[in-house]
């Protein structure tokens, strides 16, 4: 069982920047891949980016490369989620996922409360 909490979403003006951290209790939290997806107003939950329980392979949505960076801690159960240049089509809550790597929702067991991000232009 892992439980997840996000954190660190807030307001924030476009080209601005905001961590996301999502932590994690759960002793098996290093065997999980970790993903975050977001969800906007009237659209589906999206995939964000997605990093293997080693850290050694992180995937992006096209659409922040380059602007995000997702990143973990397993000696501290945490992951993070750095997002510079924001725009405000990042506008959205975001959800940290436990599970196995993948840009499918369906694959991810565990998901935390979300944290709303807006983005102002």
């Known amino acids: 069982q892992v439980q997840l909490v996000e954190s660190g979403g807030g307001p924030v003006q476009a080209g601005g920047s905001l961590r996301l951290s999502c932590a994690a209790s759960g002793r098996t939290f290093s065997s999980y891949a970790m993903g975050w997806f977001r969800q906007a107003p009237g659209k589906e939950r999206a995939f964000v980016s997605g990093i293997s329980w080693t850290g050694g392979r992180r995937y992006y949505v096209e659409s922040v490369k380059g602007r995000f960076t997702i990143s973990r801690d397993n000696a501290k159960n945490m992951v993070y989620l750095q997002m510079n240049s924001l725009k405000p089509e990042d506008t959205a809550v975001y959800y940290c996922?436990?599970?196995?790597?993948?840009?499918?929702?369906?694959?991810?067991?565990?998901w935390g409360q979300g944290t709303q991000v807006t983005v102002s232009s």
């Open positions: 996922a436990a599970g196995r790597l993948a840009s499918e929702a369906s694959a991810y067991e565990y």
